[in-house]
């Protein structure tokens, strides 16, 4: 049993909620369960697990047994007798694939109406899977009105997502591969850090719609991981190749596949290699009448991402562009399919004037397929090229950066009030621009 407990009321006893209350409790904290459903309430009073989970019935009954954990359909009970609440009610699909919020409205404003006679301080804390602002735009306000009192003053509420898998929840709770904790000011997460002060893996303190959007980045990443896995082994096996060989090589890669490389917001993808093998694999599975809906939608979202890059600069107004990088990488002249090839390819083509500096890239250096692309598509390359970064900053109205071989000393010297300033690259932020020139990021 922890040193420091807590009292802790859990709104929803559906897989998330009920397994969280069985193991706060387990870690010696008091819980009162809360759900409309009577007869859950019912088997979590008589020391059953509502729902069918490894773990769940033993620590249930020996939480039951030892009159830590009980259960209520009334949301002010549990609050007047609880220092924190979770809020783990459903948000489920409506049919246009819109999130039914009825049952996060419903328990805001009973959360509301039950502090309204509560004098002591309240934590309440979001767990239900929620968009980003969604906490801000309609908990929030919901409480605050049913309550007559205010958030950060009389209440705190706070976000702080799960990533329990169905089948290992009880594990994945005391085992997680990191805690999240959102909240606008820092003081409202005093009773979270106590809560999880035994929790292993790294505990990371964000803002609430962060906290929010991580959930569904993790979510959405196990889809696109699931999908692609699937199309890979289908094709493989119509291949005639050992998809489970294959996969267990292609997983052993923890520097470059299962890894954080490549998962970072930044400009389209290009080069030799990607664009091509993406191609293949399509062209491929067209031929042995595969239908393989992700891999099919790689290239279109990556020439998407182009095209926001291209509004961007449109958006502007400014005539007058400095380009920064012109190979697909820094640290290499390849220009074959490079997107930002692509981006001044379109941008000339709208009458904008376009200075380049990319110490990489030398037209006398250039040779073989490399030369032979950057002359097909833009034939007058040489006359945009500059060696010279401060005359290509100098004479720009718009600076869009696409390589990380410049500083941002060597950068800011040579920017001026009214030039803005795109980033494609997502340079870490002490090496972004600080000075006069408005700065953007493409995607953040």
């Known amino acids: 049993m922890d040193s420091r407990t807590h009292s802790i009321s859990i709104l929803g006893l559906g897989y998330v909620g009920s397994v969280m209350a069985a193991c706060f409790a387990q870690k010696g904290n008091k819980v009162i369960g809360v759900d409309v459903n009577p007869s859950k309430v019912e088997l979590l009073n008589s020391g059953r697990s509502p729902i069918i989970e490894a773990e769940m019935d033993g620590f249930v009954a020996s939480a039951h047994q030892a009159r830590l954990l009980r259960a209520t359909t009334d949301v002010a009970t549990a609050l007047s007798e609880t220092e924190v609440s979770f809020v783990c009610v459903g948000t489920p699909s409506l049919r246009n694939g819109k999130l039914d919020l009825s049952h996060i409205e419903s328990v805001s404003r009973e959360i509301g109406e039950a502090l309204k006679r509560k004098s002591a301080y309240h934590c309440v804390v979001m767990r239900s899977t929620i968009l980003p602002g969604t906490t801000e735009s309609v908990v929030i306000p919901r409480i605050e009105e ?34 999240v904790l959102g909240a606008d000011r820092p003081d409202d997460l005093v009773f979270l850090r106590e809560l999880y002060s035994w929790a292993p893996g790294k505990v990371h303190e964000t803002s609430i719609r962060v906290a929010e959007m991580v959930k569904y980045a993790s979510n959405a990443f196990h889809a696109v991981k699931v999908s692609f896995a699937n199309e890979l082994g289908t094709l493989a096996k119509r291949l005639g190749v050992d998809a489970q ?200």
Request: proline share 6%; with cysteine; net charge negative.
């Open 146 to 179: 049913a309550s007559g009192k205010r958030a950060g003053k009389d209440f705190a509420v706070v976000y702080n997502p799960e990533f329990m898998r169905e089948g290992s929840a009880v594990s994945d709770f005391f085992h997680p591969p990191y805690t």
């Open 245 to 444: 060989a294959m996969t267990e090589i292609f997983t052993s890669d923890t520097r470059l596949n299962i890894s954080p490389v490549y998962l970072g917001p930044g400009f389209a993808f290009g080069g030799s290699c990607l664009p091509k093998d993406v191609r293949a694999i399509g062209y491929r599975a067209k031929e042995l009448d595969l239908h393989l809906p992700l891999l099919e939608s790689v290239l279109p979202s990556n020439e998407e991402h182009i095209d926001r890059a291209i509004e961007m600069v449109l958006r502007t107004g400014k005539k007058k562009v400095g380009l920064l990088g012109l190979s697909f990488k820094s640290g290499t002249d390849d220009l074959r399919e490079s997107p930002q090839v692509q981006l001044v390819k379109h941008l000339l083509g709208e009458g904008l004037t376009i200075r380049i500096w990319d110490p990489s890239v030398s037209l006398a250096r250039l040779g073989g397929a490399n030369r032979q692309y950057i002359e097909e598509v833009i034939p007058h390359i040489g006359s945009l090229l500059s060696t010279e970064l401060a005359e290509v900053l100098e004479t720009s109205e718009l600076v869009v950066i696409g390589t990380r071989a410049a500083t941002r000393d060597a950068i800011e010297r040579h920017l001026r009030r009214g030039q803005t300033v795109i980033d494609l690259v997502n340079l870490e932020k002490p090496g972004r621009p600080q000075g006069s020139a408005a700065y953007e990021g493409i995607c953040w």
